[in-house]
């Protein structure tokens, strides 16, 4: 009889085939499962060189699956630049800038992310002015908390060209004061002028930061990531051949699925698809933005603005040139993937992907909406009508306070902001995912969110009647998101066969209360039968 490389043992394990764990022993051979069943059944594999780990009732399940993030500007926001998040005020925030500079002298550019505005309690963007009276002689680039506009100093205007007569680029928008004058705020595309500068690394830094986000990932459990296209604003931290040369060394511990831009260039798009096309690195489609975020008034929604009754939003691009697009990479049998935060493009998303099918023919493209904020109740039973995933992302609910949105849209549509259970349950396939770095990478941060709803707070429950079951979060963060890339036949569950993708958490999630779920740590992970992470006190047996 052929013997396990190694059997992990625990009274706890969920398998991702059921609604709740169950004593098991996984056996492990090369970078497969080789068994799972009873511990003394699948002890039969034992050889004299197989490691046994005995976890006592620590939950064993498969490696998390984080269906939307952004590699390279996770890891510039984690490891290189100034945190924002905490800061409670603009004086805060600037502060902490500061402090950052100062302790990084070697930093051409200074860069940071997570301020929010409406956090600190105030209506109006900051300006310029403020971080040029503590860095006036460096550039200052400081992305919002959603990530869709930039805070600059005036040096970060003088070096990206941007003066008065600057005019905005497409679908972004220079702010300026009455005077004509720059403000310091860039949103959306526009935050590229600052940013195609900022991110001028070279490609030792560029190696450093996807080396820093597979430790950071191994830590968490992470084992399965998809890529997606960040905007035009960070398309300079695009770093497809670094991760190719890490891949090719045998480094590369997290599976990578990119998705890069789709913008009508079908000729580039089929050639990444042909360089890109291994185990753990490959193009698996094609991502655009349809709107942008509810806070800067982009979202585009079906209804006005309560707040800014003129407007609805607008969409990134023509609806006409979307639906070319979509077409296009349809019929050359791309996944895309949109990204749709108001209810007016959610409903578009669902009809350019109902018009490929009509127009291509019905096919198992697995299409996704990113995000989902805001939706219309008539369009939920849409997704699975049309093979369309949701992709969300449940942290997201409790990023700011409910006064983001519930102030923006009628009392009508209040139980429709951020929807989760209602889609789970809608006859979609829903995946989860962080959007790092909009938010940490940390998978239990948006298992808590999920089954308890807790909002901005952290203590009271929004939209109660969309909390899900623990089961119900944790497929859709592994095998649901495994579906999402067209591998929940090697993927996403544990089951003899599958590759050897394996995680073991310090406690079972399915019996704490739901106030240590955010405290769970990862104890061990093992990517291909290996292990890619450990804490020291694993116990291994020979």
């Excluded at 996807?210 to 931290?237: C, P, W």
């Excluded at 000729?267 to 942008?292: V, W």
């Excluded at 209040?414 to 789970?424: E, G, T, W």
């Amino acid at each position: 009889m052929m013997k396990a490389d190694m059997i992990l043992i625990s009274e706890a394990v969920f398998t991702g085939t059921s609604d709740q764990p169950e004593p098991l022993a996984v056996a492990v051979k090369g970078n497969k499962i080789m068994e799972v069943g009873p511990k003394e059944e699948v002890l039969a594999f034992k050889g004299e060189h197989t490691e046994v780990v005995d976890v006592g009732d620590q939950l064993i399940m498969p490696g998390f699956h984080d269906a939307h993030l952004h590699i390279m500007l996770g890891s510039l926001f984690s490891h290189y630049s100034v945190s924002l998040i905490d800061a409670k005020s603009k004086e805060e925030a600037i502060a902490k800038v500061k402090a950052y500079a100062d302790d990084h002298p070697e930093e051409a550019w200074i860069v940071g992310t997570g301020w929010d505005h409406t956090a600190w309690g105030e209506k109006d963007f900051p300006t310029r002015y403020e971080l040029d009276q503590v860095l006036g002689d460096r550039p200052v680039v400081l992305l919002h908390a959603e990530g869709h506009y930039g805070w600059v100093n005036s040096i970060a205007l003088k070096k990206a060209g941007i003066t008065k007569d600057t005019e905005n680029p497409d679908y972004g928008i220079i702010y300026k004061d009455e005077a004509g004058e720059p403000t310091g705020i860039l949103i959306e595309t526009a935050i590229s002028l600052a940013t195609d500068y900022a991110y001028d690394f070279s490609k030792e830094r560029l190696r450093d930061m996807v080396e820093q986000f597979l430790q950071h990932a191994a830590k968490l459990g992470v084992t399965s990531v998809n890529d997606l296209y960040a905007s035009r604003a960070h398309e300079k931290l695009e770093a497809y051949d670094v991760y190719q040369e890490i891949e090719e060394e045998g480094c590369l511990t997290a599976r990578f699925h990119l998705y890069s831009p789709l913008s009508g260039d079908i000729e580039q798009a089929k050639k990444l698809r042909e360089q890109y096309n291994s185990d753990k690195l490959r193009l698996a489609g094609l991502k655009q933005f349809i709107d942008g975020v509810v806070t800067g008034y982009t979202a585009y929604m079906l209804d006005p603005y309560e707040q800014r009754p003129e407007t609805r939003g607008e969409t990134a691009y023509r609806e006409e040139q979307l639906e070319k697009w979509v077409a296009e990479a349809d019929k050359e049998g791309f996944q895309i993937r949109f990204h749709s935060i108001g209810d007016g493009a959610v409903r578009l998303g669902l009809d350019l992907y109902e018009k490929a099918q009509e127009k291509n023919g019905k096919r198992d493209a697995r299409h996704a909406l990113e995000h989902i904020e805001v939706v219309a109740p008539e369009d939920i039973p849409r997704f699975g009508q049309l093979g369309v995933m949701p992709s969300i992302q449940p942290y997201h609910m409790a990023l700011m306070p409910r006064e983001s949105h519930t102030t923006q849209v009628s009392d009508e549509k209040q139980a429709y902001i951020y929807p989760n259970a209602s889609l789970v349950r809608s006859g979609a396939t829903v995946s989860y995912s962080s959007d790092y770095p909009i938010v940490p990478l940390e998978p239990m941060i948006e298992i808590y969110h999920a089954v308890t709803r807790k909002d901005f707070t952290l203590k009271d429950t929004w939209n109660e009647q969309e909390k899900v079951t623990m089961a119900e979060a944790l497929k859709a963060y592994t095998s649901a998101s495994a579906y999402s890339v067209f591998r929940e036949h090697e993927l996403g569950t544990l089951e003899k066969g599958k590759l050897a993708d394996i995680i073991v958490l310090d406690r079972n999630l399915f019996t704490i209360p739901e106030e240590q779920i955010p405290e769970t740590t990862v104890e061990l992970t093992l990517v291909d039968g290996e292990v890619v992470w450990s804490q020291p006190q694993v116990a291994v047996q020979k």
